[in-house]
C-alpha cells in the first residue's frame, strides 16, 4: 500500500472518530439555528484540523484544499478535504454524510479515501491500482439497460441559474431509469456507485471536494467519468456524468440536449 494512502486511511478513520461523537450531541439539539449553525461549524473546523494535523504531520510540505480555509500551497503534492461531506444531512441527524480525502500530484488525482463513519466503511483508491472497499476490490456495475438502471444525483442548491436545465435532466432521466436517489452526499454517491450500489450519477455545478476521492474510486473500478461536454475539464465546471461505459453514454444522449452554454 503507497505510504500516502496510509496516511489518508488514517486521517480519515480519526476524522471519523470524532464525527461519530459529535453526530451523538447534534442531532439532538434544541437551540436557536444560529447557534446550532454556530455548533456545526465548530464541528466541521475540529474535523478539518485533525485531518490537516495528520498529513501535515507525515508531509509538512503538501499543500491542502478545504471548503472552510480554501487552498494552502505547497509542493506538487495538494490533498483535497472535504472533513464532512454532506453537511445538511449530519446537521439534521440524518444519516448520510462521509470524510472525503484525495490527494493530487502535479493536478492529476492518485490517491482516494471516502469513510462513512457510520457503517465504518471504507472506500479507497489508488491510481493504477484499482479500488478497494474495506480491503475487498470493487467494481462498477455492468449494468447497459437504461431503463433497469438506478441512478444518483447532485441537485444544484444555491445555484437558481441551473435549475430548469437540470429538471430538464431529471424529467428525462426519470422517464427512462427505474428510479433517481438524491441522497445529498456526492462522496458517498460516487463512492455507491464504485462498489455497484448505483448504475450511474450526475451533478451539477458540485465543488472539488465534493467529488476528487470519488472520482477517482470511480474510475479505478472501472467506471468513465467526463463533463457535459463530453471531455475532463469537471474539476473547472463542476459538472459531471459517470457510470460504466455504455450507461454513461446511454446517460449522456438525455442529459445533452439540456445543456446550456452556462453548463459548458
Given at each position: 500500500?503507497?505510504?500516502?494512502?496510509?496516511?489518508?486511511?488514517?486521517?480519515?478513520?480519526?476524522?471519523?472518530?470524532?464525527?461519530?461523537?459529535?453526530?451523538?450531541?447534534?442531532g439532538?439539539l434544541?437551540?436557536?439555528?444560529?447557534?446550532?449553525?454556530?455548533?456545526?461549524?465548530?464541528v466541521?473546523?475540529?474535523?478539518?484540523?485533525?485531518?490537516?494535523?495528520?498529513?501535515?504531520?507525515?508531509?509538512?510540505?503538501?499543500?491542502?484544499?478545504?471548503?472552510?480555509?480554501?487552498?494552502?500551497?505547497?509542493?506538487?503534492?495538494?490533498?483535497?478535504?472535504?472533513?464532512?461531506?454532506?453537511?445538511?444531512?449530519?446537521?439534521?441527524?440524518?444519516?448520510?454524510?462521509?470524510?472525503?480525502?484525495?490527494?493530487?500530484?502535479?493536478?492529476?488525482?492518485?490517491?482516494?479515501?471516502?469513510?462513512?463513519?457510520?457503517?465504518?466503511?471504507?472506500?479507497?483508491?489508488?491510481?493504477?491500482?484499482?479500488?478497494?472497499?474495506?480491503?475487498?476490490?470493487?467494481?462498477?456495475?455492468?449494468?447497459?439497460?437504461?431503463?433497469?438502471?438506478l441512478?444518483?444525483?447532485?441537485?444544484?442548491?444555491?445555484?437558481?441559474?441551473?435549475?430548469?436545465?437540470?429538471?430538464?435532466?431529471?424529467?428525462s432521466?426519470?422517464?427512462?431509469?427505474?428510479?433517481?436517489?438524491?441522497?445529498?452526499?456526492?462522496?458517498?454517491?460516487?463512492?455507491?456507485?464504485?462498489?455497484?450500489?448505483?448504475?450511474?450519477?450526475?451533478?451539477?455545478?458540485?465543488?472539488?471536494?465534493?467529488?476528487?476521492?470519488?472520482?477517482?474510486?470511480?474510475?479505478?473500478a472501472?467506471?468513465?467519468?467526463t463533463?457535459?461536454?463530453?471531455?475532463?475539464?469537471?474539476?473547472?465546471?463542476?459538472?459531471?456524468?459517470?457510470?460504466?461505459?455504455?450507461?454513461?453514454?446511454?446517460?449522456?444522449?438525455?442529459?445533452?440536449?439540456?445543456?446550456?452554454?452556462?453548463?459548458?
Amino acid at each position: 500500500m503507497h505510504p500516502m494512502l496510509n496516511i489518508a486511511i488514517r486521517a480519515a478513520r480519526n476524522a471519523g472518530g470524532l464525527i461519530q461523537r459529535s453526530s451523538e450531541n447534534v442531532g439532538q439539539l434544541s437551540i436557536s439555528k444560529k447557534s446550532k449553525d454556530d455548533v456545526i461549524t465548530e464541528v466541521v473546523r475540529v474535523v478539518e484540523q485533525e485531518i490537516t494535523h495528520v498529513i501535515k504531520y507525515a508531509y509538512p510540505d503538501h499543500g491542502i484544499i478545504t471548503e472552510e480555509n480554501g487552498e494552502q500551497k505547497g509542493n506538487d503534492y495538494t490533498w483535497v478535504i472535504d472533513p464532512i461531506n454532506g453537511i445538511t444531512n449530519f446537521s439534521h441527524g440524518y444519516p448520510q454524510y462521509a470524510v472525503s480525502i484525495a490527494l493530487k500530484n502535479k493536478g492529476k488525482t492518485e490517491i482516494g479515501v471516502i469513510y462513512d463513519p457510520l457503517k465504518d466503511e471504507l472506500f479507497t483508491a489508488e491510481k493504477g491500482g484499482g479500488a478497494m472497499l474495506n480491503n475487498r476490490r470493487i467494481r462498477v456495475t455492468k449494468q447497459t439497460d437504461l431503463s433497469s438502471a438506478l441512478l444518483g444525483t447532485g441537485f444544484p442548491f444555491k445555484q437558481p441559474q441551473h435549475i430548469d436545465a437540470y429538471m430538464g435532466m431529471l424529467k428525462s432521466l426519470t422517464a427512462a431509469t427505474t428510479g433517481i436517489r438524491q441522497a445529498g452526499s456526492t462522496a458517498l454517491d460516487l463512492a455507491y456507485l464504485s462498489v455497484g450500489q448505483l448504475d450511474g450519477f450526475w451533478g451539477v455545478g458540485l465543488k472539488e471536494w465534493d467529488f476528487a476521492a470519488g472520482i477517482l474510486l470511480v474510475q479505478e473500478a472501472g467506471g468513465v467519468v467526463t463533463d457535459f461536454s463530453f471531455n475532463d475539464k469537471y474539476v473547472k465546471s463542476g459538472n459531471i456524468i459517470t457510470g460504466n461505459p455504455k450507461m454513461h453514454q446511454a446517460m449522456y444522449q438525455l442529459i445533452e440536449p439540456h445543456v446550456t452554454e452556462l453548463l459548458k
